[in-house]
């Protein structure tokens, strides 16, 4: 599996995670909303004159869950943002533990 995402390496990966989404993370985290979770990436429809789809990309999303870390210096960041504490004692130790279903790549 290669090393890293060009501009991406295995120190930053974590910040490439949508505010949003951490900021949601921190409600359910708040509200003790700990089953699991189901995310799904699809397409509502093929473009235009195109009769098929082309999936690329598995192995980098599996690196970048593989990967995923907070950092001190991330969760200073977070921190400064207005994150709670309990919150980011959570992304300290946080690792990927989920399933990844997906469609053969090419």
């Known amino acids: 599996m290669m090393g890293t995402l060009g501009f991406v390496d295995e120190h930053n990966m974590s910040m490439l995670t949508d505010l949003y989404e951490l900021t949601m ?5 708040d509200h003790k909303k700990f089953e ?33 870390r907070f950092t001190e210096e991330h969760i200073e960041y977070l921190k400064g943002l207005g994150f709670k504490e309990d ?20």
């Open 25 to 29: 993370c921190a409600s359910y985290f």
């Open 87 to 106: 919150f980011l004692d959570y992304l300290r130790n946080f690792r990927f533990s989920g399933d990844v279903w997906a469609i053969p790549e090419g």
């Open 36 to 68: 699991p979770a189901t995310f799904d990436l699809f397409i509502r429809r093929l473009p235009p004159n195109r009769s098929y789809f082309l999936f690329a990309g598995l192995e980098q999303v599996l690196l970048f869950l593989e990967r995923m």
